[in-house]
């Protein structure tokens, strides 16, 4: 009973949200929604009793987002409305709506047709993290390990675009810069 | 009907917390005030009440009666809203902490734990620093230079610091084998010998620089530092939306204690002849006590330095203790 009630709460919430995100022309509402939204989303996976997964949701999200921010900073007045220049309101009411049915036919074919089954039930007795473990390193091993090599060449080309005169501190000037390298 | 009683229970219990600790919250302010004093040769508040202990219940009208000013060009809903994240995170945080050992109320065992989730650890740290969009909300809708200087700053603090806490905690849950609070107090159930603090002093070292990033104190409050930045992010609000800010610094402070107990120095277990609970709490007051002293001994860092100490220190170090770790294991 009150899975459900806590269910629809979330539900309402999430949507409301993302409604904000997408509507919104001031940059710091919508960044703001979509911390929110994606906060309320692990609330879903904590119903569903995967509380690894919910709490992963909130760290990784609320890191990513916390860029976002820093960006948002750097290019705009964020408490000033974002002025939107769209040159067709029909082609884009067309096609998001045309996505927006795409994604919910794909999503819910397989529950119409009653053809779902979990190839990796889950096992009695065994805690989320460890159940995460061992899919992850059995069946999932190589695509981790690419993600993993992605993720490293991503790290090792932002540093590299990044690492000029990352040796010295940021408040040293830059003529005092030049001095200190022709040794004054 | 079981279900029922647990919802019960479980609203009980986090009144309960909140209502604890916003208290202690609020008395921390005063022994902070009464601490800093000492150590400067001082007296601190003495005038209101006996040893101005009343001067906690004379803050706390003050700041309720003020009024509550939005500045004009501020974006009003969020500018109102960033205090309550900043407090409520803090008190959140809070429903995966175990505070005590289990004991029982007329025929009835309690646990003084409001949700035992698995990945207790996990939860806690992640709540925790979501609690940094508050002073970054507030910073960004003030519509001031300062407090806008005051939320970058929030930013490059919480980026960095994550990374350190993350990490270095990573060492001791691997000796566990669980995130969970409860299990990782068992753990150490053999005596201040079984401390995790022997076997992972690094770990513990960093995870201790991380909480003090984390609750934005001394010294590593660039975000409200009033010699550079003026008030920082709260530079814009004044009498309780300020007041909730403090609120959720302090409760930070009390959860990063509680966090630091468990995980390194032992938990809940009874030592010799001192009780769990009480154990417990003297451990809490230890580390509080510590927060303050810091704040009386150290000067302020700059927010490059604190960028290039998480960086190019104790993010390097994190990493050798988790390889460390490991070939011991293996």
Sequence with gaps: MFEIIAFYIFAALTIGMFGIVVMSRNALYSMSALAGGMIFISGFFFILDAEFLGVVQIVVYSGAIMALYAFGMMFFDTTRDVSEKMRSKKIAYTLSVISAILVVTILCAPLVSENIQASYPSIDNVGNVQMIGLILFTKYLVPFELAAIMLLVAMISGIVLASKRMDEYLTIEDDELEDAKEGK | ?????????????????????????????????????????????????????????????????????????????????????????????????????????????????????????????????????????????????????????????????????????????????????????????????????????????????????????????????????????????????????????????????????????????PIWFIPGAVAMLLKVSLWIFLFLWVRAAWPHIRPDQLMWVCWKVLMPLAVVNILITGFVLI
């Design chain 2, 1 to 269: 009907m079981f279900e029922t009683a647990v919802v019960i229970e479980t609203v009980v219990k986090a009144v309960i917390v909140v209502a604890v600790v916003a208290g202690m919250a609020g008395f921390a302010t005063f022994i902070e005030r009464k601490v800093l004093a000492f150590m400067q040769r001082r007296l601190g508040p003495m005038h209101v009440g006996p040893y101005g202990l009343l001067q906690l219940a004379a803050d706390g009208i003050k700041l309720f009666t003020k009024e509550d000013i939005v500045p004009q060009n501020a974006v009003k809903p969020i500018f109102m809203i960033a205090p309550v994240i900043a407090a409520v995170t803090a008190f959140v945080a809070m429903a995966a902490v175990p505070y005590f050992p289990e004991f029982t109320l007329f025929g009835y065992t309690i646990h003084p734990i409001i949700s035992d989730i698995n990945v207790a650890l996990l939860y806690v740290m992640g709540v925790a620093s979501v609690g940094i969009y508050g002073p970054l909300l507030a910073g960004m809708s003030s519509s001031n230079k300062w407090s806008l200087l005051g939320a970058a700053r929030a930013v490059v603090q919480m980026l960095s610091f994550e990374v350190v806490s993350g990490l270095s905690v990573l060492a001791p849950i691997m000796m566990i084998g669980s995130l969970s609070l409860i299990d990782i107090n068992d753990y150490q159930n053999g005596g201040v010998i079984s401390w995790l603090v022997w076997k992972q002093p690094l770990a513990f070292i960093l995870f201790a620089i991380a909480g003090f990033m984390e609750t934005n104190r001394a010294p590593f409050d660039t975000i409200e530092f009033e010699a550079e930045v003026v008030a920082g992010y709260a530079t814009e609000y004044s009498g309780m939306r300020w007041g909730l800010f403090f609120i959720g610094e302090y409760a930070n402070m009390i959860t990063i204690s509680v966090l630091v107990s468990i995980i390194f120095m032992g938990g809940y277990n």
